[in-house]
């Protein structure tokens, strides 16, 4: 989604006035029944997917059948009709709202900020992902050039991060864009939640951007074996992709990459 603005650029001594695309930032609301549980600011668009993927990340369910419906806001009680999205679930994965542990606000540059503790994460039973997946060098170093070919908005703003599945042969399965980075990998697993593609045991994750602890506790939640991302990863995510046997890649670009955790996966 692009918002059309008027700029002032100045080049080499010369000002003019010209048009200009933005990315677009509005919040997104997810309601459990009528309750509230999440607020996101995201970039407009695929939002079943983002509640999807969010649902499914968050713990809050185990697996697209435990998400009844879900359905974009349409009460007029709340003035921002497409910034809602409901969700039913079936009783057992419905959330205790009074004791929960964590304030569900993300905002767009670092994820939900507030969870109880590091531990909480590692406590949910993460499993290791699929052993036996490997994926060529040669492949690799090819896919940053398909995510930015890809990227449709980033063309014309430059401000939107971007997540993309590719299969164990390098061809793009999906691509996701949004202003925040982890709402972008939860569209691209919302995308396969929805298609009953969960887990992800042979699927590559890329990501525009570094490669966060949160993008790294998703990933594998979703089953993928391998994440890899154009900067560089943080110490907490590579301590956690080290924790689950995860395959983490960081500085893929040109011909090159640094391969952080998993050696194994990538094939010699």
Known sequence: MLNLTKVSEWDDGHFQRKDDYLAAEEPLEIRVGTEPLSVTMRT??????????FLFTEGIVSSGEQIVSLQPGVSGENPNVGNLV????????????????RHFFAASSCGICGKASIDSIRSRLLKAPNPDFRFAPELLVKLPDVL???????QRTGGLHAAALFDS????????????????????????????????????????????FEIVQKAIVAGLPVVASV??????????ARE???????????????????EERIAH
């Open 44 to 53: 407009p668009g695929h939002d079943l997917e983002l509640a999807a993927g």
């Open 86 to 101: 409901h969700a039913e679930l079936v009783p057992e994965a419905i959330p205790d709202f009074s004791k929960t542990q």
């Open 148 to 154: 930015r070919s890809s990227q449709d908005v980033f």
């Open 169 to 212: 042969t390098g061809a793009l399965q999906v691509l996701r864009e949004d202003i925040g980075r982890h709402n972008a990998v939860d569209k691209v697993i919302g995308w396969a939640l929805q298609g009953g593609q969960i887990p992800l045991a042979n699927s590559v994750l890329l990501v525009s951007g570094r490669g966060g």
């Open 231 to 240: 900067s560089a990863p943080s110490g907490l995510a590579v301590q956690l």
């Open 244 to 262: 689950l046997r995860l395959t983490l890649i960081g500085f893929l670009r040109g011909k090159r990459f640094v391969i952080y955790s998993g």
